[in-house]
């Protein structure tokens, strides 16, 4: 039947998500050159911080990024989510876009269905941060 390759195309293309003006990703630093997501990513195990490092070079290479790894949050102010799975632990580090560069600023290890207020709080109050000071 056709329908039945039309619904298997059109959830292929819903698996991706196309962010062809992302060519490098950053991480936020605060005005004293604390770098939260560095932070994170020190606390994390060897092969926990290799699987993020891996997914982060995955995103800066591919031309389609599977929605497994990255995905446009709703709900909030354009913010981006790097997603982590390995060996039972979910990550999260959440970011922005800033022209062609991915800037990630907060990361946490998620351990409910949905990303706590408080996460999100703390990545929009360091996008504004960091838009202010790039302005000044």
Same mark, same amino acid.
């Given at each position: ?53 891996? @997914? +982060?070079? %995955? ?8 929605? !497994?790894?990255?995905? &446009?949050?709703?709900? =909030? ?23 062609? @560069? +991915?800037? %990630? ?8 269905? !949905?990303?706590?207020? &408080?996460?999100?709080? =703390? ?14």
């Amino acid at each position: 039947m056709s329908w039945d390759k039309d619904i298997i195309q059109l959830a292929i293309v819903n698996v991706y998500v196309n962010l062809h003006c992302v060519y490098e990703i950053n991480f936020y630093r605060t005005a004293s050159g604390k770098c939260p997501v560095e932070e994170f990513l020190d606390s994390l195990a060897g092969k926990q911080a290799q699987k993020v490092a891996w @997914t +982060l070079q %995955l995103i800066e290479e591919l031309e389609r990024v599977p929605s !497994k790894y990255l995905e &446009k949050m709703t709900g =909030t102010e354009d913010l981006w989510e790097v997603r982590v799975e390995f060996g039972g632990n979910i990550f999260r580090l959440l970011g922005w876009l800033d022209s062609r @560069t +991915l800037i %990630l600023g907060h990361g946490f290890q998620k351990k409910s269905p !949905k990303t706590p207020a &408080k996460e999100i709080e =703390t990545t929009e109050q360091r996008k504004h941060d960091y838009f202010n000071r790039r302005i000044t």
